[in-house]
């Protein structure tokens, strides 16, 4: 069971360029979202969906872009990235939100912007 | 709104030692509470969940957390720490729309 999956794990990208983060779930999960990792901060909600054509900001949602068209996949979009965009991205995935249910991680992309 | 305070970015104790590591939460609704655990490179695995069935919740890897509703606290502990338990902890509630709010993490350390 692969769970959820994020590609790439690493990448750099020059002050300007744009990229998609791949995320993509097998667990037919309603809602999927992206955070944000940085020292000392947590994580932080950068865009989140509750289905597949429906998405929403999260805490951090400037500069990036998201679109839900199928269940599976929620791709996060960087316009053009800055330094200020250098950090650990994680996306998540988490069942119907009856109760406790709990988010399941991707392993994370880790992006340097120089 | 709701939010987590995480007091202590570092805690260090030495190999056998309790582990405590606190978390207090904000919430205007009863809460969903949960532990996870962030080894290094990797992402984040759960450790255990509040819910609401009994206060003292039990984890993986040995850890336990009890839901205190007078002091707005779920603390996290284990009775005899191991070298494997060196990572990183985040306590977070989760909102509605599953919206998860995480605290700013503490990085535990095991001394031999």
């Known amino acids: 069971n692969a769970g959820v999956t994020q590609t790439p794990k690493f990448q750099v990208l020059k002050t300007g360029q744009s990229m998609t983060l791949q995320c993509a779930q097998d667990?037919?999960?309603?809602?999927m979202s992206w955070y944000r990792q940085d020292p000392g901060m947590g994580l932080r909600l950068i865009h989140y969906?509750?289905?597949?054509?429906?998405?929403d900001q999260g805490e951090v949602p400037n500069g990036y872009n998201v679109s839900r068209s199928t269940t599976e996949d929620f791709p996060l979009r960087l316009l053009s990235a800055a330094p200020s965009q250098t950090s650990v991205y994680f996306c998540?995935?988490?069942?119907?939100?009856?109760?406790?249910?709990?988010?399941?991680f991707g392993q994370g992309t880790r992006l340097t912007v120089v | 709104a709701q939010s987590v305070t995480q007091l202590g970015s570092h805690v260090s104790v030495s190999e056998g030692a309790l582990v405590l590591l606190r978390c207090n939460y904000s919430?205007?609704?009863?809460?969903?509470l949960f532990w996870y655990v962030q080894y290094p490179n990797q992402g984040l695995q759960l450790l255990l969940k509040?819910?609401?069935?009994?206060?003292l919740v039990k984890g993986i890897n040995g850890f336990e957390a009890e839901f205190k509703k007078s002091e707005t606290s779920f603390h996290l502990t284990k009775p005899s720490a191991h070298m494997s338990d060196a990572a990183e902890y985040f306590c977070?509630?989760?909102?509605?729309?599953?919206?998860?709010?995480f605290g700013s993490g503490t990085k535990l350390n095991v001394k031999p």
């Open positions: 998540a995935s988490s069942r119907n939100g009856q109760g406790n249910t709990e988010a399941f």
């Open positions: 667990m037919n999960h309603e809602y």
């Open positions: 969906s509750v289905g597949a054509g429906i998405t």
């Open positions: 919430s205007s609704v009863p809460p969903y």
């Open positions: 509040y819910t609401s069935a009994a206060t």
């Open positions: 977070a509630v989760r909102g509605n729309f599953n919206k998860f709010y």
